[in-house]
C-alpha cells in the first residue's frame, strides 16, 4: 500500500514520500522536514539557539523554524528571521549620527538613516536643502533667502506682502505716489513695478532719477525771445509766466501764452497834441509838433506848447 497516503507518518507538515508499498515500516517512507525540524517523522523541533546566534548580548528564545533574541541594553536585534543577532546599537552610541532624523542600527558599526526632517536630505540627515535652488517656492517680486533646514522670503523693494518662514508669499507693489512729497516740490510722481519716477512739472526744468525725488527749478520763459510776441511785456511766475500790453498797446492776453497786441493810434483822441499843434502817431505813442506859423516845445507822448510867431 502508499504509506503516505494512508497513514502520513510525518509530523509538522513534513512531506512524505513512499520507498515500497509492500510493507508498512519506517523504511518504506522518507520524510522531508520543514525547516526547524529534524527526526525520522519530523517530531524534533531544531533548537535554533545552538551556537549562541544571539552573540552573547542577549537571551536566545527558540521558536519553530527560527529563534528570537532579546538583547542586552545597549544591543539591538539586526538581520533576518532566520539570522537575527545582537550587535551594540551604534545609534545609542552616536546620538548626533542621524542629524535630523531616524537611526537604524544595520549591523556591527554600521548604521542608516531614514525619515530626513523637512529641510535635510543625505545618508546622515545632515545636508542642508537650498529649496531656493529647487525653482521659485516664494513666488513673484520675492527674494529667496536658504536657511538651516528651511527657507524665508522677502518681498523685493518696492513691493510689500505677508511673510511666512518656509512658505510662499504674496508680494504686491508699493505705489509709492500715495506718499505726499515724494518727488519733492514742483515734480510729479509716475508709479512703476517696483519703484517710481519724478519728472519736473510744467515749467520747470531739473534732474531726477528713477526712485528718488527730483530736483525742480522753475524757468525763465521770458528769458526766451519773443515768448510774449510784439508789443507785449512778459513777466516770469512760478511754473508760467504772463504776457501784458506795453503801454501804448491794447489787446488780450492769456498766462502761459503770446498776447496779442495792437498799436493804440492815440492821435484819434481829441486835442491830445493841445492848440496849434498836430498829432502823429508811432508805434506804441505818439508826437506833437506846432503848426506852421507857430513856435514851440514838444515831448514825445505829451502835448506840445506852440505859441504864434
Not at 542586552?72 to 551604534?90: M, N, Q, R
Request: hydrophobic share 20%; glycine share 12%.
Amino acid at each position: 500500500m502508499d504509506y503516505c497516503t494512508s497513514v502520513n507518518p510525518c509530523f509538522n507538515d513534513g512531506i512524505c514520500f513512499s520507498r515500497d508499498t509492500s510493507s508498512s515500516s519506517s523504511a518504506d517512507f522518507l520524510c522531508v522536514c520543514k525547516d526547524g525540524f529534524e527526526g525520522m517523522t519530523c517530531e524534533t523541533n531544531v533548537n535554533d539557539c545552538l551556537g549562541s546566534p544571539c552573540g552573547g548580548y542577549g537571551v536566545c528564545v527558540d521558536q519553530i523554524g527560527m529563534h528570537n533574541c532579546y538583547c542586552d541594553d545597549g544591543y539591538t536585534t539586526v538581520g533576518t528571521l532566520e539570522s537575527l543577532t545582537c550587535v551594540a546599537d551604534i545609534c545609542l552610541q552616536l546620538p548626533q549620527g542621524c542629524a535630523v532624523g531616524s537611526c537604524t542600527t544595520t549591523g556591527v558599526a554600521s548604521y542608516t538613516c531614514s525619515h530626513c526632517a523637512s529641510g535635510w536630505t543625505g545618508d546622515s540627515c545632515s545636508i542642508d536643502t537650498d529649496e531656493c535652488s529647487l525653482g521659485f517656492p516664494c513666488g513673484s517680486n520675492t527674494i529667496c533667502t536658504n536657511t538651516a533646514g528651511s527657507y524665508t522670503c522677502a518681498c523685493k523693494s518696492g513691493y510689500a506682502g505677508n511673510l511666512t518662514t518656509g512658505s510662499s508669499t504674496t508680494c504686491t507693489d508699493i505705489n509709492e505716489c500715495n506718499t505726499a512729497g515724494i518727488c519733492g516740490s514742483n515734480a510729479e510722481c509716475t508709479n512703476t513695478a517696483g519703484s517710481y519716477t519724478c519728472a519736473c512739472s510744467s515749467g520747470y526744468s531739473g534732474s531726477s532719477t528713477s526712485g528718488s525725488a527730483a530736483t525742480c527749478t522753475d524757468n525763465n520763459e521770458c528769458s526766451t525771445a519773443g515768448t510774449c510776441g510784439s508789443g507785449a511785456t512778459c513777466t516770469n511766475t512760478a511754473g508760467s509766466y504772463t504776457c501784458a500790453c506795453s503801454s501804448g498797446y491794447s489787446g488780450s492776453s492769456t498766462t502761459g501764452s503770446a498776447a496779442t497786441c495792437t498799436d493804440n493810434n492815440e492821435c484819434s483822441t481829441a486835442g491830445i497834441c493841445g492848440s496849434n499843434a498836430a498829432c502823429t502817431n508811432t508805434a506804441g505813442t505818439y508826437t506833437c509838433a506846432c503848426n506852421s506859423g507857430f513856435s514851440g516845445s514838444s515831448t514825445t507822448g505829451s502835448a506840445a506848447t506852440c505859441t504864434a510867431i
